[in-house]
């Protein structure tokens, strides 16, 4: 991680092994989502955004699919098993291959407090820079009861007292431990493995490796975070206001950024959302991940989009779901309850309503008129729709795929197209009207009489 030294070799241990029963899912607490991204996932890309040069994860036996979930944030991860659970010390020595390498220092992670900053990592690792065998990340608890304390003498840390152990002064101060620590590298190993499982639940908790240090003559100290970052995530209760602190620091970071928010509180983003400037986001909309939206954009008030990008000076919504594989061009349009999902958009195209664009391009200048769907599927494969450069839809057409509209071709209201329309042509596919004068009047006769009987 970033320190006083460009060169300092820094690894991060993150341990995964709990396995959350507290959360009532089949699914290992640490894979539940905050903004769209796994628990697991925010640490693990925290610490490498942090400038850690090795990362290991220590998961539980048999879980193969926390294994699977780190390797795809951050394929050169390596995967340590802890066969046992026998506390948090225990869980780093389960990566002591990793710890054996020569590092400058380690840092270790929780998989289940998602909110540290890279930030507070890189001080951290200052702090095993600056010479201290261990530094353990504290906050200040506006209400510290059952949190371990952090006592000082001095401007020393001391040690940490468990609340159930803690005197009555001990219990007034507020500075508490947040469980993640920094170790000086050339120590990690030693301090570990010098921890017993002196305790009720013959256990071997990292927190004692300030005791260690302090009996080997090692400097110990504190590094401080605000209590809303070191926040575990234990329940669904938690994960939600995880998942509230989250938002408002991505609404804040788009707002700094130059978009216009005008109901923050009711905007979702996902993690990896990319907002331009001078974007305007109505009330109530939410971003799936994979959304770049670039300069100029407006997006309408209840629109979902998810894995899509938006061009410069495009419209959005109201109402309009944009789904994986969505590209608007600029100055394209977008209405209302219009579905686009894997579809080119080119530049100033317009599908302005009740429209559903699927596997399809419609070229630029294009207009579609409001209830015309493509029929990509045939409940085996998806084909593709291509609506060339000036070309008119008119309203509740169906366009068959695979099909092509030629460039500046125009297609008749209520027409189910199944063949090329060549450029500048008109295509009407609709049947013969027929008009019966009358008709009407003798119907309605005959039904009253009907009800009558």
């Not at 020569?102 to 929780?110: K, R, T």
């Not at 291509?386 to 099909?403: C, E, M, T």
Request: aromatic content about 4%; charged content about 25%; hydrophobic content about 45%.
């Amino acid at each position: 991680m970033t320190s006083t030294r460009s060169d300092r070799r820094s690894l991060a241990v993150i341990l995964a092994a709990g396995e959350g029963t507290r959360m009532r899912s089949a699914r290992p607490k640490v894979l539940h989502e905050v903004a769209g991204r796994s628990m697991l996932g925010h640490v693990l890309a925290t610490v490498v955004e942090a400038g850690a040069s090795a990362v290991a994860v220590v998961v539980g036996p048999g879980r193969d699919d926390v294994a699977a979930e780190a390797r795809a944030v951050s394929p050169s991860v390596r995967i340590f098993v802890q066969h046992e659970r026998k506390g948090t010390a225990h869980a780093v020595l389960a990566a002591r291959e990793a710890l054996a390498e020569g590092w400058d220092d380690v840092i270790v992670a929780f998989a289940d407090t998602p909110l540290v900053t890279a930030e507070t990592y890189r001080a951290m690792s200052r702090a095993s820079a600056d010479g201290l065998a261990v530094a353990v990340l504290g906050f200040e608890a506006d209400d510290p009861t059952g949190y371990g304390r952090l006592l000082k003498d001095d401007g020393r840390l001391v040690a940490i007292r468990e609340h159930k152990d803690a005197t009555d002064v001990e219990r007034e101060v507020t500075l508490c431990n947040a469980g993640l620590m920094a170790l000086a590298g050339r120590h990690a190993l030693s301090l570990l493995d010098s921890i017993g499982a002196d305790n009720a639940q013959k256990e071997f908790y990292l927190t004692d490796a300030v005791a260690a240090a302090h009996a080997a003559g090692l400097a110990v100290g504190a590094v401080e975070a605000p209590e809303t970052e070191v926040m575990g995530v234990n329940d669904r209760v938690q994960l939600s206001k995880a998942e509230a602190l989250v938002q408002n620091r991505l609404r804040e970071r788009a707002m700094r950024d130059g978009a216009t928010l005008v109901a923050p509180e009711t905007v979702f983003f996902s993690h990896d959302t990319r907002i331009g400037r001078d974007v305007m986001i109505e009330p109530n909309v939410v971003f799936g991940p994979g959304v770049t939206v670039d300069d100029g954009v407006v997006i309408h008030a209840f629109s979902h989009l998810e894995g899509a990008s938006v061009g410069p000076g495009a419209s959005v919504g109201p109402f309009a779901r944009l789904r994986p594989g969505a590209k608007l061009g600029p100055k394209s349009r977008v209405g209302n309850f219009v579905e686009i999902k894997n579809a080119d958009l080119e530049t100033g195209a317009k599908v302005n309503h009740l429209t559903y664009i699927g596997d399809a391009r419609v070229g630029e200048g294009a207009n579609v008129g409001a209830g015309t769907i493509t029929c990509n599927y045939d409940g085996y494969g998806k084909y593709r729709t291509d609506i060339g450069k000036g070309a008119f839809v008119g309203s509740n057409s169906s366009l068959v795929a695979p099909v092509t509209i030629g460039d500046g071709a125009y297609v008749g209201s209520g027409s189910v197209v199944t063949k090329d329309v060549p450029a500048d042509s008109l295509a009407v596919a609709r049947g013969h009207q027929s008009v019966i004068a009358g008709w009407a009047t003798a119907f309605r006769t005959k039904m009253k009489d009907v009800k009558k009987r």
